[in-house]
T-cell receptor, first 110, second 113 residues
Framework: QKEVEQDPGPLSVPEGAIVSLNCTYS??????FMWYRQYSRKGPELLMY????GNKEDGRFTAQVDKSSKYISLFIRDSQPSDSATYLC??????????FGAGTTVTVRA | EPEVTQTPSHQVTQMGQEVILRCVPI?????FYWYRQILGQKVEFLVS????????KSEIFDDQFSVERPDGSNFTLKIRSTKLEDSAMYFC???????????FGQGTRLTVV
């Protein structure tokens, strides 16, 4: 079983729709959960950072962590064409390394 | 807004040559990292560096690789005797602490021919 599983998509939605992304993981030691956005041939850009279980909202973005189910989600409300990118989940325990998902490619159609 | 800066943006090298990838982390950050992403694959952890020494490394980070913080601002990744399979995007990242988020640079695309 892979440590972090993320459906690579691609996911295509109309402008204004809600984008729903998720990752599952197997390592129960993970405590810190992040979502990054990556444009083609660019570095990952941090979107959301959460510690342990719960919800976090930042503008149009909401991150959810359910540690009991080992499941994390990112929701993008009122999606825009500029949200078209690859979204990476990443997580870590108390060590130094981030474990990434494969990334989900999202296209928001105007 | 502070950012992690990497140079060069693209490096082409011949197989067997040595390359040095350079990074300037965010100035008040204490933890530094290198990751790589082979085209179409996951971002993979290579190494972390804290207090002038390697704190953790992956199985990818073998004797071919080394890191250094030669002065107060730069953080470098050296790859000796490059192989075709070393072709990838290499990302530097830094964080203020261990329990906070890491910020990534724009990457260096290494092409080994």
């Amino acid at each position: 079983q892979k440590e972090v599983e993320q459906d690579p998509g691609p996911l295509s939605v109309p402008e204004g729709a809600i984008v729903s992304l998720n990752c599952t993981y197997s390592n129960s030691a993970f405590q810190y959960f992040m979502w990054y956005r990556q444009y083609s041939r660019k570095g990952p850009e941090l979107l959301m950072y959460t510690y342990s279980s719960g919800n976090k909202e930042d503008g149009r973005f909401t991150a959810q962590v359910d540690k009991s189910s080992k499941y994390i989600s990112l929701f993008i409300r009122d999606s825009q064409p500029s949200d078209s990118a690859t979204y990476l989940c990443a997580m870590r325990s108390n060590d130094y390394k981030l474990s990434f998902g494969a990334g989900t490619t999202v296209t928001v159609r105007a | 807004e502070p950012e992690v800066t990497q140079t060069p943006s693209h490096q082409v090298t011949q197989m067997g040559q040595e390359v040095i990838l350079r990074c300037v982390p965010i100035s008040n950050h204490l933890y530094f990292y290198w990751y790589r992403q082979i085209l179409g694959q996951k971002v993979e952890f290579l190494v972390s560096f804290y207090n002038n020494e390697i704190s953790e490394k992956s199985e990818i980070f073998d004797d071919q690789f080394s890191v250094e913080r030669p002065d107060g601002s730069n953080f470098t990744l050296k790859i000796r005797s490059t192989k075709l399979e070393d072709s990838a995007m290499y990302f530097c990242a830094s964080s203020e602490g261990l329990t906070v988020e890491a910020f990534f640079g724009q990457g260096t695309r290494l092409t080994v021919v």
